[in-house]
């Protein structure tokens, strides 16, 4: 029951890391990335009580979401991976989250192609926060003016921020990039107060307790919930 230990451990250490910054322990929310791993894997997640997941690739969450639908067992389902604008259809109709929303165009395509049966997808604006290499995310400047835009686009919600800050050994660089997240969400916020804005989602295994230390709400964890994972060559 290697996935239940995990789970448990994992709990622990964000109510502790909630704890040394006298934060509530439910104020962070446990978001399992379950890209390239088996329905098994998750369902050993699910019981032990885990109920929101995070995929990369659009074809092989779907199929997850639909397994799990077909049995009938709720759950919540954030899109966290790159999206191609040809793809977008299959998020805005099988995902209840959308976390790396960073173009008009695309949340245009969402919002159109919403179904009309589905409460809005709820949307995290993608900030590129740190990692120059990366296409991935707008700049904090140009994070007014998409909010103003998706907040005109009644099928999606805004709820907030998300950040893949570039991998470093270097904690104040780290700080300062995860602080900076936190800036821009208290900014995003004030700006915009008729909307539910309560969602920053940083943090991964390896910088779960200083993202929770920095103000994240959504820690996304893969590796410390499911173990390393294994990418197929072909
Ligand atoms: C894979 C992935 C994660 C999980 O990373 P781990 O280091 O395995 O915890 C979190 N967020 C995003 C966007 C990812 O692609």
Redesign the pocket.
């Known amino acids: 029951m290697q996935i239940q230990d995990n789970l448990i451990h994992i709990h622990q250490q964000i109510s502790q890391a909630c704890q040394q910054t006298n934060r509530l322990a439910d104020s962070v929310q446990l978001l399992a990335?379950s890209?390239t791993k088996t329905v098994q894997d998750i369902q050993q997640a699910i019981n032990a009580g885990q109920q929101a997941f995070?995929e990369?690739y659009v074809q092989e969450g779907v199929e997850k979401i639909q397994y799990f639908a077909q049995k009938g067992i709720p759950l919540t389902w954030h899109f966290?991976?790159p999206l191609q604008s040809n793809k977008s259809r299959l998020v805005a109709e099988h995902f209840d989250w959308m976390?790396?929303l960073d173009r008009v165009k695309i949340a245009e395509r969402l919002n159109k192609q919403r179904p009309m049966g589905k409460p809005p997808l709820n949307v995290l604006i993608q900030i590129n926060i740190s990692d120059e290499n990366s296409k991935a995310g707008i700049q904090p400047k140009e994070m007014l003016g998409l909010a103003k835009h998706i907040e005109n686009l009644p099928h999606l919600r805004l709820r907030g921020l998300m950040a893949?800050p570039a991998p470093t050994d270097n904690m104040p660089q780290q700080k300062m990039a995860l602080s900076a997240m936190y800036v821009l969400f208290e900014q995003l916020k004030k700006a915009f107060p008729e909307q539910q804005i309560d969602t920053l989602s940083m943090g991964?295994?390896?910088d779960m307790e200083t993202a929770i230390a920095c103000g994240s709400t959504m820690v996304?964890?893969?590796?410390?919930i499911f173990g390393k994972?294994h990418y197929s060559t072909n």
């Not at 996304?220 to 410390?224: E, K």
């Open positions: 990335v890209k995070g990369n966290i991976g976390q790396t893949i991964m295994t390896s996304r964890i893969g590796t410390a994972r």
